[in-house]
């Protein structure tokens, strides 16, 4: 059974509107985290967490926003959405420390298209 | 700061010709974690080996690499390609211990293997 799942798999979204993109794992980490993946850019890091009711900035914050209510749920938010932010979006979990057990699991990824 | 280079963007050859694609990393942490990620088409990023021993060959799934902090490399190696290796490889780096568990990754190595 997949241990971090994402939703929704594909969404069109219109410029200038509101996107909210859902992480859920089930491997009891603390560590969560959203990248972007682009041709050319490799996997980016836009925002991290260390547990329920935190948010770090990542390496391109701009333009997004996170959430972490709870262990299992990391969101990420995108208030005022942009073509530019079309991408793949991906969700993982672990990494709660470093060295060897900096691992990470990955979630099958959001197709994300803004029109 | 930490850094990961992956020189080719795209490696395309032929089945059954030996795989090497190229690692090399930067961290001012004398204890680096070196990791090779691969992503299959539809498919989510998943772990494909792991290293932290010096000049230690470490093997997974018929890949191999060698951590070589004299240069600071960890290619990734395959005797023989299949066409099912075919993939987005990515090398990353974790070079600092505590509960940040955050990955440093490349940009990606497109492996194409053809008929």
């Known amino acids: 059974e997949a241990a971090v799942t994402q939703s929704p798999r594909n969404k069109v979204a219109v410029t200038g509107g509101k996107v909210t993109l859902s992480c859920n794992q089930t491997?009891?980490?603390?560590?969560m985290y959203w990248y972007r993946q682009d041709t050319g850019h490799g996997l980016r890091l836009i925002h991290y967490s260390y547990g329920a009711g935190s948010t770090e900035k990542g390496d391109i914050p701009d333009g997004y926003k996170a959430s972490r209510p709870s262990q299992e749920n990391f969101s990420l938010i995108l208030e005022l959405a942009t073509p530019s932010q079309t991408s793949v979006y991906f969700c993982?979990?672990?990494?709660?420390?470093?060295?060897?057990?900096?691992?990470?699991?990955f979630g099958p990824g959001t197709r994300l298209t803004v029109l | 700061g930490d850094s990961v280079t992956q020189k080719e963007g795209l490696v395309t050859l032929t089945e059954g010709l030996p795989v090497m694609l190229n690692c090399t990393y930067q961290t001012i942490y004398s204890n680096a974690f070196l990791f090779w990620y691969v992503h299959y088409l539809n498919e989510s990023p998943r772990l494909l080996l792991k290293?932290?021993?010096?000049?230690k060959r470490t093997e997974h799934q018929g890949f191999h690499a060698t951590l070589h902090k004299s240069s600071s490399s960890f290619h990734l190696q395959k005797s023989s390609a299949q066409l099912s290796d075919s993939a987005l490889y990515y090398c990353a780096l974790s070079g600092i211990t505590g509960n940040t568990g955050k990955l440093i990754f490349g940009l990606g190595t497109t492996l194409q293997v053809q008929p």
């Open positions: 290293s932290s021993t010096d000049n």
């Open positions: 491997n009891n980490h603390n560590n």
């Open positions: 993982a979990s672990g990494g709660d420390w470093g060295g060897a057990n900096a691992e990470q699991f």
